[in-house]
C-alpha cells in the first residue's frame, strides 16, 4: 500500500497502481469476492492508460 499526493488525492493505494483500499472495500461490501474485484479493477485501470 502506497499513498502519494498527487494519486487519487492521496488516498492510499495499492502500490504500483491506482486501485484505492477504499474501492476494493467499497465492492467487496457489495458482494464482490477479492478475485474479481482485483481482476475487474486491473484490467479497468489498464484499458485507461490507452
Known amino acids: 500500500m502506497t499513498k502519494h499526493p498527487e494519486i487519487r488525492n492521496g488516498k492510499p493505494c495499492i502500490i504500483n497502481t491506482r486501485i484505492t483500499i477504499s474501492d476494493i472495500l467499497s465492492y467487496l461490501a457489495l458482494g464482490m469476492t477479492i478475485d474479481e474485484?482485483?481482476?475487474?479493477?486491473?484490467?479497468?485501470?489498464?484499458?485507461t492508460l490507452f
Open 37 to 47: 474485484n482485483l481482476s475487474w479493477r486491473l484490467v479497468k485501470n489498464y484499458l
